[in-house]
C-alpha cells in the first residue's frame, strides 16, 4: 500500500479527532450556572429536572429503558414515565414518592454548563436545601398551580436572599391540573408579589410550565399561547451569572503547610477571590506579617500568576507564621480579622441551641470554639416579622451574635461568600448543628480593657498556704451534692483551708434569681457560675459548685475556663430512684404531678459526665464516707 493510501485512510479519523477537540475546546470556553430547585412537597421539583435531562436528550438509552422499568414499578405517574427518578435516588426516596437528600445533576447545552442541585421540599430537610443553596446562582422555586403559595415557599425564598442568590424563577408547574389557566397563574403570581418585594432579589422571572408534560421546559407551550416570556431552560441559558471575585482583593485560606524536605516550605490552598503573581507583597492574617511571594508552584511547574479557584502551593521570600486556618491576603486591601460577628443562622438539628452555649465553628480552613453569644430575634418566614427567643430549634432562622475563642480572617458574606460562611458543629455528636453568614464584626468597646493588679493569685495563695481549685459537684437532685459539699468544707475548714460553696438554691435567690429552669436558662445560670467560680479561683479560694448541671455541654464550657490542674469534676452518682425516694424537698413528687415543668431526671434530662476525676455512689457510701473521700482527692489535686 502506498504512503498516500494510508493518509487517506486515516483522514476520517482525523476529521472525527479535530471535531472532538473542537468540541472540548468549546465545552471549556462556556460559561458555569448553578442552580437549585426548591418548593414544598410534591411540586414537581424532581420531575422537572427529569423531564429537562430528557428533553435535552442528556439521557443515554439504557438509562431511558431502566427509567421506563423503574416507573411501571415504584413510579408514581400509572403507565407514563416518572421523571422523578432520574434525580431520586435513595430507597426511602422512590418508596415515599419524596425528595430526602441533595441530588445533585451535571449536564451541558451548547450555550452554557450546569450544575442543577435538586433539594427537599419537606420542612423536616430545610438543612439539606441549605446545603444545595449554598452555593447557586439561580432559585428555581416551584409552586403547584393546583395549590398556590405555601409556607415552605415563603421559608425557601427567604433562604435564598439570606444566601444572596440574585434570579429567581417562579416557576408555577402543574399548568395542566388547572388547564393552563392565565388567571391561576396571574392569580399565584399576585401572591408572590408582596413575598419579593420583601426580598433581596436582583430579578424574578415568573414561567407557566408543566413539568410532566414538558409544556414551557424546553420548547415553548402550545397550550399556553397567552404567555410571551422565554422557557425554563431558555431563562437558563441566557440570564445574567454571578459576577466572579477574580476582580476581588486577594484572599487565600491556607489548607496546609507543605513541606516535603527541610529545604522546601511552602502553604498550600485555593486562592478565592483575585490573583497573585510573583513579587507580590501579601499580609498574613490574622498575625500582621507581611512578606513576598517567592514561587507559586503546580505540581512540578512554577507560574508567575495564581487566578480565583487555583489550587496552588505559596512560597514566601521570608520566614513568618503561619499554618493551617491563617489566611494570605493583599496588603492594599486585606481583609478583616475579629472574634465577634453579627449573623444569620440556620439552625439545622433536633437538639435545641442556647444562648451560652459552647461549639465549633468552621469558617474556610479557621476552626476555633465559639459561643452563641445573644440571639437577637427570629425570622417568622410567613411574615418576615421578628420576635424574641432564647434557643433555637429545627430550621429557626435568626440574627444572631457570635463570640469565638480568637481572632480569625474574615469578610462580611455579601462581599466574599467563602469567608463569611460558617458552620456550628456539636462538640460530641460532631453534627453539623447551624449554617450561619457573617453579616458584619462586632468591635469592644476601646475604653474597656483587663487590669493588672499588684496583688495577683500566687501571692493570694502564698497568704493562705496552698493553691486555689474549683471543684465542680454534679448530680441528679436529691444524690447528695449539697450535703457532701457541706460536710467537706466543715473538714477543710478545720484543716485551715479557705473554702467557700456555690450553691444552687443559694445563687438563685441573688445572682440568677432572673432566670427561671428552661434548658436556655439552665445554661446561662452555669455560664454565670462558672465565671464566678473563676474570681474565686484568682483569690486562692478552694470553691466547691453545687448544681445539677445537666448538660455535659456546659460542664465542659466551664471546665475549658481553667487549666486542667485547677477543675475537678465530680460526680454525685445516684439512682434516679434512690434520688426520688429520698426527695428532701418534695420537688419529683410536685414534678411527676406536672406541677414542676422541665424538672430535670423527669422531663428535663441528665447527661452524666463521661470522664469526671471523681465519682461519689451515694447509694454505696455514707455521707462522711463521700466527704472523706472528696477531701482526699482535693488535698492531692492541689498537692498538700
Sequence with gaps: ??????????????????????????????????????????????????????????????QITSLQSDSKKVGTQGGDIDFALLVDGLAAEREQGIT??????????????????????????????????????????????????????????????????????????????????????????????????????????????????????????????????????????????????HNHPFRFPVQWVNRPTSDFRGFSGTVIAGEIERGDEVIALPSGQSAKIEEIVLFEDKLDKALTDQAVTLTLDREIDLSRGDLISSIEQPCGVSDQFEAELVWM?????????????????????????????????????????????????????????????????????????????DRYSHATVAAGMIRYELRRASNIHLQNMSVDRPSREKLAGHKGSVIWLTGLSGAGKSTIANAAETLLHAQGFRTYILD?????????????????????????????????????????????????????????????????????DAPLD??????????????????????????SAYEAPANPELVLKTDESSIAEAADKLVDSIRKNINQ
Design 349 to 425: 438539628d433536633i437538639e435545641e441551641g442556647y444562648v451560652g452555649r459552647n461549639y465549633y465553628f468552621q469558617l474556610a480552613s479557621s476552626a476555633t470554639n465559639a459561643t452563641l453569644s445573644e440571639i437577637k430575634y427570629k425570622y417568622d418566614v410567613n411574615s418576615f416579622e421578628h420576635f424574641s427567643g432564647k434557643s433555637l430549634g429545627l430550621n429557626d432562622i435568626a440574627k444572631v451574635q457570635i463570640r469565638l475563642d480568637k481572632k480569625i480572617p474574615f469578610e462580611p458574606y455579601d462581599e466574599c461568600p467563602s469567608l463569611g460562611a460558617f458552620v456550628l458543629v
Design 100 to 245: 430526602i437528600d441533595v441530588a445533585y445533576r451535571f449536564f451541558n447545552t451548547d450555550r452554557r454548563k450546569f450544575i442543577v442541585a435538586d433539594t427537599p421540599g419537606h420542612e423536616q430537610y430545610t438543612r439539606n436545601m441549605v446545603t444545595g443553596a449554598s452555593t447557586a446562582d439561580v432559585a428555581i422555586i416551584l409552586v403547584d398551580a393546583s395549590q398556590g403559595i405555601l409556607t415552605q415557599t415563603r421559608r425557601h425564598s427567604f433562604i435564598a436572599s439570606l444566601l444572596g442568590i440574585q434570579h429567581v424563577v417562579l416557576a408555577v408547574n402543574k399548568m395542566d391540573l388547572v388547564d393552563y389557566s392565565n388567571q391561576v397563574f396571574d392569580e399565584i403570581c399576585a401572591a408572590y408579589e408582596p413575598l419579593q418585594s420583601q426580598l433581596q432579589f436582583k430579578s424574578v422571572t415568573a414561567i407557566p410550565l408543566s413539568a410532566l408534560k414538558g409544556d414551557n421546559v424546553i420548547e415553548r407551550s402550545r397550550n399556553i399561547t397567552w404567555y410571551q416570556g422565554p422557557t425554563l431552560l431558555g431563562f437558563l441559558e441566557t440570564v445574567e451569572v454571578r459576577q466572579s471575585l
Design 504 to 572: 444552687g438554691d443559694n445563687i438563685r435567690h441573688g445572682l440568677s434569681n432572673d432566670l427561671g429552669f428552661t434548658n436556655a436558662d439552665r445554661v446561662e445560670n452555669i455560664r454565670r457560675i462558672a465565671e464566678v467560680a473563676k474570681l474565686f479561683l484568682d483569690a486562692g479560694v478552694i470553691v466547691m459548685t453545687s448544681f445539677i448541671s445537666p448538660f455535659r455541654a456546659e460542664r465542659d464550657m466551664a471546665r475549658a475556663l481553667f487549666e486542667p490542674d485547677d477543675f475537678m469534676e465530680v460526680f454525685i
Design 578 to 603: 434512690v434520688a426520688e425516694s429520698r426527695d428532701p424537698k418534695g420537688l419529683y413528687k410536685k414534678a411527676r404531678s406536672g406541677e414542676l415543668p422541665n424538672f430535670t431526671g423527669i422531663d
Design 1 to 62: 500500500m502506498k504512503n498516500s493510501e494510508i493518509s487517506d485512510s486515516n483522514a476520517p479519523n482525523e476529521n472525527i479527532q479535530a471535531r472532538v477537540d473542537a468540541y472540548i475546546e468549546n465545552q471549556a470556553q462556556l460559561d458555569l450556572l448553578r442552580f437549585i430547585t426548591c418548593g414544598s412537597v410534591d411540586d414537581g421539583k424532581s420531575t422537572l429536572i427529569g423531564r429537562m435531562l430528557f428533553e435535552a436528550q442528556l439521557i443515554f438509552e439504557d
